[in-house]
Each structure stands twice: as structure tokens, then as C-alpha cells.
């Protein structure tokens, strides 16, 4: 009889114990703020290091796959439609399940700053690598509904979108459930892994790169600058080139 | 890691309090605790209490509270341009609810305005304190990370909203206005992501009753042990009786920053169990650690005694 009752006892607890599993807390939901209110902290600027403040937004979010191809780091569209295919947002209406809030459109100052809330740490678990794709044109509408604009091709070029920047840092790994985590624009660069897809490091601040041609342009001018600067250091210490 | 330093039994009556020793019975023990969180992710819980500012009896009636003797504003912060909260709480301290809080909304030099209506009316015994804030727990020497590091408050509805430090003080995800103001009520806890190890010194009075504390269904409930000197044992609660039986849980997580899960425990209506429904004894039974919380999954409202650390 004891043994009966244990028998029934045993397989009513491992049906209680079935149903309850896999609910230690009745939320399942993260936070992930950007902070980047101020050069302390760092921004996001354009490639001429001249704060945004006109218009552009920021998409938070993870990519689908660890090996994202770094060789389509400039802004066209061909490489927008290539990132945006492996990008998925916190915010719901890209399937994160969270709210955006509006302050990840930069600020006059080019600041940023604020939360998603009510992620989901189910498409977002623990030590997920989160990654920031800023945008100098367009605006995130914040809400659940809203979010993440739709680019076309005609929406890349002069006056539109000419200039973005991908990265990440060691430290923007997703937090357990009921948790938040900052991503700090200041932690990225330095990484043993390059996380910094599209974008100089400036120190603090990270500028973005700029569209192909201008791009030329600015390797060329980087290029120039190197050499004038080797020449200069050349004279200064009396060697050189025979 | 702790370091406790009790300072041995002072007795901190302030002259409303002593008028009134004969009602509370006891002395406040006071210290403060250091508490080292390792890098990574916990859920914390300030393990003090700020001392009274009124001690004695009162009238209560609905949500008024009547027959005290209190000067200065115990009502919620006025701040125009952030969110404000209660800075003050009500304690009952005698009869069937004794333990049980209510912030108080607005306040006049004889009596009380509570934001909730306490289950009990009549002639009680209560402690008026004000409440711990984030700005008490989290300091700049702290070695909180400015911008990256964040402290998750809770809310009763399942959501939380997060707080960093900026400046010197504790903000909103804005880093720019001060929260410091937050409330911390007794014998609940925050969750902290931290980058580095962060080293938390709180200071005050030992609880030395028991405290209920409320808990929601579908709320994220933090809840401390609230003891700063020896951790918890489930089995010296009793939660054995408060959880519904099989159906309502408790989760422990490590220490270690990692939120390793150390236990899942039940009620089986008489005895804290484990996720098996094995009753744990006082050898077996898993503890809240000084410096942890347990995260109670409730399936409806109701209250958890915590043991108080001093008896």
C-alpha cells in the first residue's frame, strides 16, 4: 500500500514538476539601452567627425550568423540588403519583441541614450553579442509597431542615407532575464575580435564610414596625410628614403 | 565575501520612540555590511532598514492614519521634471498584520495618508521610516562602471525599468536625470549587471521582526533575506505555508555573477521542497545568502514573511 501511494505520489510530482518546468521566473523579458549621451561616454559622428544632429537613428539588434561578411561594410544598398537580412532588431516589429524609444534618433547634440524595453530573452538569451547599426538618414518610430524604416535603393546617395557604421564590443553581450545592459559607444575598438564592422575609431567617439566614392576619397586623404606626416617625421630625424 | 560590523545593541530611541518603548518592545540593533558582487549579474537586496522617524500608536481608518506626532513632509518627492516616488513608509507593528508596509502618499503633523488601505482599522501599534533608496545602495566608491553598469527595479505588473550612474549619481537610461530618489522598499531587491566587481556598503538598523513582505503574480519578485549577518535557510521561513502547494516557486541563484541557479523550491503544503517535491530539512535546505535574493514566482498577491535577523 505504502508502495502504491508512493508510485502515485512519484508520478503526480513528476507531472506537477513537467508542467512547472522551465518557469523560475514568471518574466522573461531584458532591457538594452544605448549610451552614448555625450563625447565622455562616446558618439557616433560622421566620417568628418562632425556630430549628427539633423537626422539619423540607431537599429540594436543581433546578427544570425557569428561570420558576418566584413567585405560589405560600405553603405550601398546591395550591402544594406545583405545586413538587413542578417539583423535582427529588439524591437518587435522585427521580431525582438521589445518597444524602441525615440531617443535613438541622434539628438541636436548627436546623443543618444534610452531603453527597449520588454525584449525577448528568448531571441535574446544570455551572451548574446549585440550589435549597433547606426544610420546618418531616416528616424525610428518608437513604439512596438513602429520601428525599423524600410530602405529602398533610391534612399541611399546624396542628401539620404551616405554614410553608416556596424559594430559591437566584448562587453555588449546580452543579460539574463530581468536584467539590463548598456551598450556603451566608448567600449568598442580593441576587441580580440574586430567588432567594429563599419566605422573608425576615434578613441572615444566612433565616426562612420562614408558611401564608396567618398570613401576613395577619404582612404586617399588618409593615405596623403600618412605620407606628408612620414615625410615630415623623415626630415625631423634626418633619414629617409635614398 | 562579507564584512558585518554590528555595533552591539544600541539603543536608538529618539524621544517619540521612547514615549512609546513600551509598544515596540525592542532595540534597534545598528551596523553596516560590505558586500562584494562579483563582475557579471546578480539580484540584490539591501539587508538594513533607516531608523524611525515616528514609533507609537495610531488610529487607522480605510487608508488614513490618524493620532500621530510628525513634523516635516513623509509624502512623495515634489520633483517637477522626473518621476517622483514615496519617500516614507507605514509599518503595522502589532496585531494579525503586524509586518506589513504601506508607502505613505501625503502626511500632516497628526497623521498619515497611506497609498493602499491596510487590511486591519482601528487602534495599532506602527514605525514610520524612510524608505532606502538606490542613491543609498549605489555610490561612487562603489566601483560602479558609469554608463555600462545597470540596477533593474521592479515593478508589480512584471516590468522593470532600468537605472545607471552618471555624473557622480544614480540616473535614468537618459544619463542625465537624477534617480537617485528611487525607493528600495524593505525586504525587496534590484538586479545589477555589473562589469567589474562592485563593493556595496549599507548602513542602518537591524531588523529584528518579522517583515511580510507583498509579492504579484507575474511580477518579478526580488526578495532578500534580509538578514546582513547569516544567510536564510528556506526551511526557517514560512514559505512552507504562504506558497500554494506545487504550484508557486522559489529560485536561488549563486553569487558568483554568473546567476547560476543553486535551486528551484515548492511548498508541498507543508514543507519547502525541492523541484521534485522532496522536502528539504535544516541540513538540506538551500539558503538565501546575506547579499542574495530569492525570486518568487507567485500565482497570485500575497505576503512573505521574512524572519526578522535579530529576535
Known amino acids: ?242 | 565575501m562579507k564584512k558585518t560590523n554590528l555595533i552591539a545593541v544600541l539603543a536608538l530611541y529618539a524621544a517619540p520612540a521612547f514615549l512609546h518603548a513600551q509598544t515596540t518592545g525592542y532595540s534597534d540593533v545598528v551596523g553596516y555590511a560590505k558586500e562584494s558582487l562579483p563582475a557579471g549579474q546578480h539580484f540584490f537586496s539591501p539587508s538594513f532598514l533607516k531608523a524611525p522617524v515616528y514609533t507609537g500608536t495610531a488610529t487607522l481608518t480605510g487608508n488614513s492614519v490618524s493620532g500621530l506626532s510628525l513634523s516635516g513632509n513623509l509624502g512623495q518627492t515634489t520633483f517637477s521634471d522626473r518621476p517622483n516616488f514615496p519617500t516614507h513608509y507605514l509599518e503595522i507593528t502589532s496585531g494579525t498584520y503586524a509586518g506589513t508596509y504601506y508607502d505613505i502618499s501625503s502626511n500632516t503633523s497628526s497623521g498619515v495618508t497611506l497609498a493602499s488601505t491596510p487590511q486591519t482599522s482601528g487602534a495599532v501599534t506602527v514605525v514610520i521610516r524612510p524608505h532606502v533608496t538606490l542613491g543609498d545602495v549605489i555610490k561612487a566608491d562603489s566601483g560602479i562602471g558609469e554608463y555600462s553598469d545597470s540596477i533593474a527595479v521592479y515593478d508589480k505588473t512584471g516590468g522593470f525599468a532600468a537605472y545607471y550612474f552618471a555624473g557622480g549619481v544614480v540616473t535614468a537610461d537618459d544619463f542625465a536625470t537624477e534617480m537617485s530618489h528611487v525607493p528600495v522598499p524593505p525586504g525587496n531587491g534590484v538586479g545589477i549587471n555589473c562589469g567589474a566587481n562592485l563593493n556595496i556598503t549599507t548602513v542602518g538598523t537591524v531588523r529584528n521582526k518579522d517583515l511580510k513582505v507583498p509579492v504579484y503574480p507575474g511580477a518579478v519578485n526580488v526578495v532578500g533575506a534580509f538578514n546582513p549577518s547569516s544567510a536564510v535557510k528556506l526551511t526557517s521561513t514560512n514559505l512552507a505555508n504562504e506558497l500554494d502547494a506545487y504550484s508557486e516557486s522559489v529560485v536561488l541563484y549563486n553569487s558568483s555573477g554568473n546567476l547560476g541557479l543553486v535551486a528551484i523550491a515548492y511548498s508541498d503544503g507543508a514543507n519547502v521542497t525541492d523541484d521534485n517535491f522532496n522536502a528539504y530539512n535544516s541540513t538540506s535546505s538551500p539558503s538565501v545568502s546575506t547579499k542574495g535574493s530569492m525570486l518568487i514566482n507567485a500565482g497570485s498577491a500575497k505576503y512573505i514573511t521574512l524572519p526578522g535577523a535579530a529576535q
Open chain 1, 1 to 242: 500500500m505504502k508502495k502504491s501511494n508512493n508510485k502515485i505520489h512519484h508520478i503526480f510530482s513528476l507531472t506537477v514538476a513537467l508542467l512547472l518546468a522551465e518557469i523560475p521566473g514568471a518574466v522573461a523579458a531584458i532591457s538594452v539601452t544605448v549610451a552614448s549621451p555625450n563625447s565622455s561616454s562616446g558618439l557616433i559622428v560622421k566620417s568628418d567627425q562632425v556630430t549628427i544632429n539633423t537626422s539619423g537613428f540607431v537599429r540594436v539588434g543581433k546578427l544570425t550568423t557569428a561570420t558576418p561578411d566584413a567585405t560589405k561594410n560600405l553603405p550601398t544598398f546591395a550591402n544594406y540588403q545583405y545586413w538587413d537580412s542578417i539583423f535582427v532588431d529588439v524591437n518587435s516589429a522585427s521580431g525582438g519583441g521589445g518597444i524602441t524609444p525615440s531617443t535613438w534618433n541622434f539628438n541636436s547634440s548627436g546623443a543618444l541614450s534610452g531603453s527597449a524595453t520588454g525584449v525577448s530573452a528568448s531571441t535574446f538569451p544570455t551572451s548574446t553579442q549585440l550589435w549597433i547599426w547606426a544610420f546618418n538618414f531616416g528616424s525610428l518610430t518608437s513604439g512596438s509597431t513602429g520601428g525599423i524604416p524600410v530602405f529602398s535603393s533610391s534612399d541611399f546617395g546624396a542628401g539620404k542615407i551616405t554614410e553608416w557604421a556596424i559594430m559591437s564590443a566584448d562587453e555588449w553581450i546580452a543579460p539574463a532575464d530581468n536584467l539590463a545592459k548598456s551598450l556603451v559607444i566608448n567600449q568598442v575598438g580593441g576587441d580580440t575580435v574586430n567588432r567594429l564592422i563599419a566605422g573608425t575609431d576615434l578613441g572615444n567617439n566612433i565616426a562612420m564610414i562614408p558611401e564608396p566614392s567618398s570613401y576613395a576619397l577619404l582612404l586617399s586623404a588618409l593615405g596623403f596625410m600618412v605620407l606628408s606626416r612620414v615625410g615630415r617625421l623623415s626630415k625631423k630625424i634626418g633619414g629617409g628614403r635614398a
